[in-house]
């Protein structure tokens, strides 16, 4: 009897342990689901700040360069082709702006010490109009800025982290998880703090 007794609580604590563990599994995917929701929200947020074209472009090409995080020489040479083409892009487009002719229709053009340059030169500006466009120190922060948020998105890309860091430890796993919420967080008090009027290519038009 006592070697029975044992034998059903022996069965009885194991039976428990599954449902310990399922309880324990189902946590980790939450916390994960978590996680990767607040990966995607930031991801948003910080995309607000870059043109949309470029980052469309990023996400689209993204997975294929990388082959979904499996990197080969040629792969991650690719990668990282993207993430500098990109990041240039980002820069550019910080000294780019645009306005309406007499027509309505909206003229892109890039800020210098003259004053805007019209890409195409369908439209031109007068000296006093184009005074306002001239290029200040404020353009090259916010250009400045522009790269290291695209690096912060590109660093919330499981598949660029997996193909540029296959197996990090657990130091470098820090860093790669902090780095870019830091970068974001401190690029958008920037933003908010010295807010651009300009609006070049990629970027939100205003009404006027």
Known sequence: MKIKVESDSEYHDESKHPFLQNIDEAEEKTLIQKAISQTFQSTAHLANLLPTGTVLAFQLLSPLFTNEGICDPVSRFMTAALVTLCGMSCFLQSF????RDKKGNICYGFATMRG?????????????????????????VHAFMS????????LFDTNVVSCFFPAPSDESQEILTSLPVGIGVICSMLFVAFPTKRHGIGFPLSAN
């Open 96 to 99: 780019t702006d645009s306005f």
């Open 116 to 140: 805007l340059w019209v890409i195409d030169g369908s439209a031109t500006l007068s000296p006093e109009l184009a005074a306002e466009y001239q290029l200040r120190f404020i353009d090259f």
């Open 147 to 154: 790269i290291l948020v695209f690096v912060a998105v590109a």
